[in-house]
């Protein structure tokens, strides 16, 4: 049985490759938790589940309750497979830490006053297993300077900036004036559940951002989730992700 589950405290900016948290199955084995999948956190009737991909949902056997409460947000896991469950598309898994993503819905365009209202300081968007859209989120690894602990980056989604494209989406950045430091990665997520779609169908979603070399822009190839009908509550800032709001 399990005694004890490691809730990771990343101070960001993190370099997320370097993560690594130490974790106690029982009292005789410890599990280094370098972080293994990325996942939609979804409380359930009874407990909660943890979206791994379109087919395939995880229930933790040693966690009955969610660490987020009622909230819906995306997190990074370690996990093992229960000696002899099953492995179809529901499957009990063992959760040895945990660590979630600040997870926020997107803005409507205000126009011209876009970059004065959001901001519009460089930010690069680095390519790794956790920058995803899937399972109607988009995930993002972020990489920028850094400079004082106690000042609030302000990354924000804007919808809306083409009426012809409504998969067209401006990633901005407020650094709130902590544009001295150290080039430092984070982690953030987004609910585009309230973009136009058919559960059933794949979308193409352009994304647009102001990097430190100019203009960029990515595509990504997203699905829903097929109960994504409404907006669930998504998660304040944890202490670990107090540089990013």
Not at 111 to 119: I, S, Y
Not at 222 to 227: D, T
Request: glycine share 6%; net charge negative.
């Amino acid at each position: 049985m399990m005694n004890k589950l490691k809730l990771w405290g990343i101070a960001l900016p993190i370099l997320f490759l370097s993560v690594a948290a130490t974790s106690c199955l029982d009292d005789d084995d410890d599990v280094v938790a370098v972080p293994t999948a990325l996942v939609t956190v979804r409380p359930a009737a009874e407990g909660f589940t943890m979206q791994l991909d379109e087919n395939t949902t995880l229930v933790p056997a040693n966690l009955d309750k969610s660490p987020f409460g009622d909230k819906e947000v995306r997190a990074i896991i370690t996990f093992s497979e229960v000696d002899g469950g099953d492995k179809g598309s529901v499957r009990s898994v063992y959760l040895h830490s945990i660590d979630s993503i600040r997870t926020k819905m997107p803005d409507a365009t205000l126009g011209d006053l876009d970059n004065e209202t959001f901001g519009n300081d460089p930010i690069e968007i680095v390519r790794d297993w956790v920058t995803v859209a899937e399972d109607g989120y988009l995930t993002l690894r972020i990489r920028t300077v850094w400079g004082f602990a106690n000042v609030k980056h302000r990354i924000s989604l804007v919808t809306g900036t083409d009426r012809d494209n409504p998969y067209r989406l401006v990633l901005h950045h407020d650094a709130c004036g902590d544009l001295a430091g150290t080039m430092g990665d984070g982690l953030i997520a987004f609910n585009l559940k309230d973009l136009p779609h058919d559960p059933d169908e794949e979308v193409t979603i352009t994304l647009v951002w102001n990097s430190f070399s100019g203009e960029k822009s990515t595509d990504f190839k997203l699905k829903f989730h097929k109960s994504a009908v409404s907006a669930p509550a998504v998660a304040a800032a944890a202490p670990y992700t107090a540089s990013i709001r």
